[in-house]
């Protein structure tokens, strides 16, 4: 019976051993847990990184500012279809490739975007024919011409009356030539390039019978010239106006006139007048442009409809 006893005895010590070994196990391994938790584990941190997704910021194909073609180097697949890794939007890097650096503004003459059809310093090809020009008015309204060395430029060249009071020299395949002021508008049947010539110029290059003939022509800037007049338009007023340039040696590409908010730029007609609609700037300052960009400055000029008023300036030859 003692023997018994004294097993039992035995037995419940053990498990009391045993409960408290696991206790004190599970004590250390929450301690553990604790202490570990207040180190940082780089390595854990760097795998947690590398886990984790990045945002990326689509790269398109970019035109080149030379050439509008897309940009291979910018697009962001692979031949097979498979996406390429991209920057992050965030990295600096990414910016830059993706940022457009603008050429240089090339350089042209200021006659390329100004003169319109006809070019300073290009010979055009056409055909000459003759016409009665009678005083030399025509689409114009110069009015009477004090000579005959005039033309009627053809519709198309003619645009919108740019071509008016021009200085085109002509050559014929024979050699000789002649200088006329465009006066007058060609319609169809004229072609592009060809001039209708009065009948006093035209019998320069040849004999009236001829009827047709081959030309080249190109604009001239005349030395024998004398200053600039002013016209306003039979109508005109403070309230409506329409100016006119008379005897400029190179063609006009502009006019304004000064307003209370600076200056004004007049739309053309066909008949050769800028019109101020609204009056802004009738019987102000007036500033004339050529084709080659040369501006001229006229002051002190009263509304007075359908009278010449002459000026002191002229634009410098070409």
């Known amino acids: 019976m003692q023997t018994a006893r004294q097993a039992a005895r035995r037995r419940r010590q053990r498990r009391r051993l045993v409960l408290g070994a696991t206790v004190g196990l599970g004590v250390t391994g929450v301690l553990a847990y604790f202490v570990m938790g207040l180190v940082p584990d780089r390595r854990a941190d760097a795998v947690a990184a590398a886990a984790t997704p990045v945002a990326t910021t689509a790269v398109r194909s970019t035109p080149t500012a030379e050439t509008g073609t897309p940009d291979a180097s910018a697009s962001s697949a692979s031949p097979t279809g498979t996406p390429k890794p991209t920057a992050s939007a965030a990295t600096p890097a990414a910016r830059k490739s993706a940022k457009v650096t603008p050429l240089a503004p090339r350089r042209t003459a200021a006659t390329t975007s100004s003169a319109g059809r006809i070019q300073p310093g290009t010979s055009y090809k056409g055909v000459a024919t003759a016409y009665d020009a009678k005083d030399g008015d025509g689409a114009c309204l110069f009015g009477p011409s004090p000579d005959l060395m005039i033309a009627a430029m053809n519709t198309t060249d003619y645009e919108t009356s740019r071509a008016c009071g ?29 001039l209708d010539l009065s009948q006093q110029a035209f019998a320069k290059l040849a004999d009236l019978s001829v009827g047709r003939l081959a030309i080249t022509w190109s604009l001239v800037s005349p ?19 329409g100016i006119q340039v008379i005897d400029h040696r190179n063609p006009v590409t502009a006019l304004e006139v000064r307003t209370g908010s600076g200056w004004r730029r007049l739309p053309r007609t066909s008949y050769n007048y800028f ?44």
């Open 166 to 194: 021009a200085y085109v020299l002509v050559r014929a395949a024979n050699g000789r030539s002649v200088t006329v002021r465009i006066t007058n508008e060609c319609p169809l049947p004229c072609a592009p390039g060809q």
């Open 275 to 318: 019109l101020s609609a609204d009056g802004a700037g009738c019987g102000g300052s007036i500033r004339i442009t050529d084709i080659y960009g040369q501006q001229l400055t006229v002051n002190g000029l009263a509304v007075k409809p359908n009278v010449v008023q002459h000026t002191q300036v002229q634009f410098a030859r070409h």
């Open 223 to 241: 030395s024998s010239i004398g200053t600039i007049s002013i016209r306003y338009k039979t109508g005109s007023s403070v309230y409506w106006c």
